[in-house]
């Protein structure tokens, strides 16, 4: 991949300057800071490079905030003139004076700092800002057209997921945005894109011959994709009890990595043609009937319980979520993609929080093989084959095979055969928010969500939600935090023969 996406080939970008939209929030501490030191310390980033804070509280607050992010570096050659090019403009995003007053600033840092009218705005603020700060930025004229920006350079935007709450408000968001941005202009992230693993998805397919052959309906009996947390709301429970674990993971990350695993390949590794796919094979998942939620879907809701040998609250005793809340924070549920290549091959996606375990995979299952030979033998079934791609924490792929044991009988046992990011290249994995902030600051959209994929998502997902309103469950299902979610997902499987990878 490094041959053929720009920043992997070590690319440095322009001069320009990063607006932080949400410049004191948790989001800039914890990813975005520590990715532009990362970037800046590896040279990946220009002299000139200047980054502009904005939001309500004191700079003084903002500075302080950048140095307690940044802490472990202070010593570092470098540190100070990374920390030169870091200003700040307090203001509400509602206030059209602190745009004037943005302008004023970054005219004088494109002077002082020769970043050339370059601009990489980042929303990393609360979703529901989103459309007012679009919108002040259009009416300010701090954006320039995609080819002739106004301040001689280049404009563009990145926007934090959670893009839209459904179907509706997406497509509203996108009006908004894209009144006043050009799409080539948009970045919309979703930061399992920026994973390594996640790319080699794309490698392991179409960089391998052996593989893609049998990547269809025809050999692979289905697929089951878990984004499993073991963490709560984490504080964040007002924010999570509105969105719940359909709107927070299966929009975005799971039905990303669902294409990633089922869409054609692309005449090119440039971002149209990839995005192109992403989005054929988005249009062919089937949209669920109500009477199709109450078969293929189950939600949950964790209660008290021990993960991780700590005893941990109910979701509904956490801070800052309603008593009675009925969000659910587990979802596993059965897909289609209604196409030649994958008709008739269920997609089993599976998430939650407060499960045992933080684990991001997904177990690709063979058909069994067509004839059991060893049925003269004590052997009665031979389990199918497994290619399971391991996202986190472990990064790698293994596949599990059936293997003789030795000795006289017929005796077969599963083994492993596996390849681990970490022993065959020695090297850490950057983490998902430099590659993304990277790609953006040279133009590379690839690693981004286009309009219509995000759209296509958000039918899905509605569609589900829907049917969620129409027949909701009483009550609601629940599971003892520290498990691998309510019994009923389980019955989910068990009905198709088959059973979920990690309860194997
Ligand atoms: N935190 C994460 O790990 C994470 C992960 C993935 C995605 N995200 C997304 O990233 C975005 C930001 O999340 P966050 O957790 O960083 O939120 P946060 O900690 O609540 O920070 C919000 C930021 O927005 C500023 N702000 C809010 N309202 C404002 C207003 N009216 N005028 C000016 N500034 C205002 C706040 O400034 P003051 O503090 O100065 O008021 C603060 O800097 C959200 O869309 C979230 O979904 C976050």
């Known amino acids: 991949m490094s041959a053929t996406v720009s920043s992997g080939a070590g690319l440095r970008p322009e001069p320009f300057t990063l607006v932080i939209f949400g410049a004191t929030g948790d989001l800039t501490n914890r990813k ?45 050659p470098g540190f100070a003139r990374f920390r030169e090019g870091f200003f700040y403009t307090q203001g509400d995003f509602e206030d059209a004076d602190a745009y004037r007053r943005l302008s004023d600033l970054l005219g004088e840092t494109d002077r002082k700092r020769g970043t050339c009218g370059n601009r990489l705005y980042y929303l990393a603020t609360p979703p529901s800002a989103y459309e007012a700060i679009v919108a002040a930025l259009g009416k300010s004229g701090l954006v320039g057209h995609p080819r002739r920006s106004t301040g001689g ?8 997921k959670p893009y839209g709450h459904d179907l509706e408000s997406a497509r509203a968001l996108t009006r908004t945005i894209q009144g006043v941005f050009a799409e080539n202009q948009v970045y919309r992230i979703d930061h399992y894109l920026g994973k390594e693993t996640v790319q080699n998805l794309l490698v392991f397919r179409f960089g391998n011959g052996i593989f893609e052959p049998l990547w269809n309906r025809q050999f692979i009996d289905c697929v089951q994709i878990t984004v499993a947390e073991s963490l709560g709301v984490e504080g964040r ?13 299966v929009q975005n990350h799971l039905l990303q990595l669902l294409t990633l695993v089922t869409m054609e390949p692309p005449v090119a590794f440039s971002a149209e043609a990839v ?9 062919a998942i089937r949209s669920l009937t109500t009477q199709d939620t109450l078969e293929r879907t ?119 055969m596996d390849f681990s990011y970490s022993t065959s290249f020695r090297v850490p994995s950057r983490d998902a928010y430099e590659r993304l902030l990277l790609d953006a600051m040279l133009g590379e959209q690839t690693l981004f969500t286009r309009e ?34 309510p019994e009923e997902v389980d019955a989910l499987l068990k009905r198709d023969g088959r059973h979920w990878h990690h309860w194997a």
């Open 298 to 416: 189950i939600r949950g809701q964790y209660q008290s319980g021990v993960v991780g040998g700590r005893a941990v609250p109910g979701y509904r005793e956490e801070p800052r979520v309603a008593p009675g809340s009925r969000t659910e924070t587990f979802v596993a549920l059965k897909l289609f993609v209604d196409n030649w290549r994958w008709s008739g091959v269920p997609f089993y996606l599976y998430t939650g929080k407060r499960l045992p375990s933080r684990t991001t995979d997904i177990a690709i299952w063979f058909r069994r093989a067509p004839h059991l030979l060893f049925r003269e033998t004590n052997i009665k079934e031979v389990e199918p084959n497994l290619l399971l791609v391991k996202i986190q924490p472990e990064e790698g792929i293994t596949l599990r095979f059936g293997a003789k044991v030795p000795g006289p009988a017929v005796q077969i046992e599963t083994v492993d």
């Open 32 to 76: 975005l800071l520590p990715a532009l030191y990362q970037l800046f310390a590896a040279g990946r980033l220009p002299e000139e490079f200047t980054v502009v804070g904005f939001s309500r509280r004191p700079a003084e607050e903002f500075h302080a905030k950048v140095g307690e992010a940044l802490a472990g570096h202070a010593r570092d």
């Open 237 to 249: 429970g007002e924010y999570y009890d509105q969105t719940g674990a359909i709107r927070d993971i």
């Open 153 to 160: 350079g280049w404009t563009r935007i990145i926007v934090e």
């Open 275 to 283: 995005r192109g796919e992403k989005v054929k094979v988005l249009k």
């Open 452 to 485: 219509d994929e995000v759209e296509e998502a958000w039918r899905v997902v509605t569609s589900i939600l829907e049917g969620w309103r129409a027949s909701p469950p009483d009550p609601l299902p629940t599971y003892p935090a520290g498990t691998w979610g």
